[in-house]
């Protein structure tokens, strides 16, 4: 029962869905860390079943566009703020204390857009180029991995300062940490591996790769890991994923 709540908890936290269940707390959210790769999953699994359908009858950029802000609104539009914030922050000259008070400023600079719309217009193209077969399977991993990576990151990553990614980053550095993040890597793993087999297993050794990059970006440019960071760790490694189905299936 404590793992259902859990799951709960994990799954009002990343999605729109207003599930029953626990109270819901930042802490316990951390601690269940590990279902973030399952709720990518369903995630994914809506978005590549809402692709599959208008594909039929839809021209491939626009489905490329309609399931990109489906993945949106299922997500509640959570890790895009993240993702304009960390755009801000990496073309300030400054301070790491500079950059994050970018990150806190609740205009959209020059940075967030345009690290914004090549995001998106990556995103939206590549699932346009994905075709009736793939479209499932790929945002299947492409969205658990892109969870995969905030564990990732959490795991390698110190805090910034405290805030939101404090819970995160302290679940994972903790007791069980080691834990959680073995199970989160076999969860990815398996369904990578059963749904793209060999291409699979490269995009789970790109998302970690990815998130390694990432985090020591976020340690040079900020003097650590942030809520906003983790949130465009998500998007970032989305994109990625799915321009890697493309060049992989390009190469089989």
């Not at 087999?197 to 390694?212: A, D, H, Q, Y």
């Not at 990059?213 to 998007?235: F, K, W």
């Amino acid at each position: 029962m404590e793992a259902v709540d859990g799951f709960k908890n994990v799954l009002r936290f990343l999605t729109i869905f207003p599930v029953g269940g626990g109270p819901q707390g930042l802490e316990k959210t951390a601690k269940n860390m590990y279902f973030f790769p399952v709720v990518g999953a369903l995630i994914g699994l809506l978005a590549g079943a809402f692709g599959w359908v208008i594909l039929h009858s839809v021209p491939p950029l626009v489905t490329g566009v309609l399931v990109t802000g489906f993945i949106y609104v299922l997500s509640g539009f959570h890790h895009l703020d993240g993702l304009l914030d960390f755009g801000d922050a990496l073309i300030v000259c400054g301070s790491p204390e500079q950059r994050l008070e970018a990150m806190h400023d609740p205009r959209i600079g020059t940075g967030g857009v345009m690290l914004g719309s090549l995001l998106l217009l990556a995103t939206a193209s590549s699932v346009a180029e994905l075709n009736v077969s793939r479209i499932i399977p790929t945002l299947i991993v492409a969205e658990t991995l892109a969870k995969f990576s905030m564990i990732v990151m959490a795991a390698a990553g110190r805090s910034a300062r405290p805030g939101v990614n404090t819970y995160f980053i302290n679940a994972m550095h903790g007791p069980s940490g080691s834990y959680r993040l073995l199970v989160a890597f076999s969860i990815s793993t398996i369904l990578s591996s059963l749904l793209l087999r060999s291409l699979g297993l490269i995009m789970v050794l790109t998302t970690v790769v990815s998130s390694l990059i990432l985090t020591s970006i976020a340690h040079r440019r900020l003097g650590g890991v942030t809520g906003d960071v983790l949130g465009a760790t998500n998007e970032i490694t989305r994109t990625i994923n799915i321009v890697g189905v493309l060049v992989g299936a390009g190469w089989a």
